[in-house]
């Protein structure tokens, strides 16, 4: 089946210990990214990769980082978890490189105490 | 003035009723539009992409375009209550390589 696998589902956490939700796609897909959706404001792009390697950020990538070593993994790591990223993340992926109609993952419901 | 609007909602309408959902974007490089549907602690799913104006159909699903006063929109002809979600509309710019969302329209159809 395909489809895109985040993990952990549901996580809490306490400022400053670092965390890492891993994201995978079994498509073959060149083009993967995550967000974050809080009420009112909708999703909201973190960082993006086009391929393996290639990595760029979103419009709120402050406090995060990623990386695509392979093509099927973009795991995003929170260095030090502060309140202000509990939020509800997403994993993403499309084929080609312009990120157009998007596969998301289940989602991982992140709080930060 | 963000990029992607859509009214909050709650829009509610009765079933077998038509459902309009509207959308607008600022920036006049917008190539292609997207229309997702959210349910309530799920992930969003595409339903609808235009690229060119006019009107696009799939199904019950009817997508409109209109670059000229930049506005997209979704009509759902007759609603069933298991169509009660979010509703996101989502814009990518041309050459660029991420889409951006607004913050979703809430449908409600009443049985």
């Known amino acids: 089946e395909a489809q895109v696998t985040q993990n952990p589902r549901y996580l809490i956490t306490v400022t400053g210990k670092k965390l890492t939700v891993t994201c995978s796609q079994n498509m073959n897909h060149e083009y993967m990214s995550w967000y974050r959706q809080d009420p009112g404001l909708g999703l909201r792009q973190i960082y993006y990769s086009m391929n393996v390697e290639v990595t760029d950020k979103g419009d709120v990538p402050e406090g995060y980082k990623v990386s695509r070593k392979e093509k099927r993994n973009f795991p995003l790591i929170l260095e030090s978890p502060s309140p202000n990223q509990t939020s509800l993340y997403f994993c993403?992926?499309?084929?080609?490189?312009?990120?157009?109609?998007?596969?998301f993952g289940s989602g991982t419901q992140l709080s930060v105490l | 003035q963000k990029e992607v609007e859509q009214n909050s909602g709650p829009l509610s309408v009765p079933e077998g009723a038509i459902a309009s959902l509207n959308c607008t974007y600022s920036d006049r490089g917008s190539q292609s539009f997207f229309w997702y549907r959210q349910y309530s602690g799920k992930s969003p799913e595409l339903i609808m992409s235009?690229?060119?104006?006019g009107d696009k159909e799939d199904g019950r699903f009817t997508a409109q375009l209109n670059k000229a006063s930049q506005y997209v929109s979704l009509l759902i002809r007759d609603s069933q209550p298991s169509d009660s979600a979010t509703y996101l509309c989502a814009v990518r710019i041309f050459g660029g390589f991420k889409t951006i969302f607004g913050a979703g329209t809430r449908l409600f159809v009443k049985a």
């Open positions: 235009i690229y060119s104006n």
């Open positions: 993403a992926s499309s084929r080609g490189v312009t990120g157009e109609k998007l596969f």
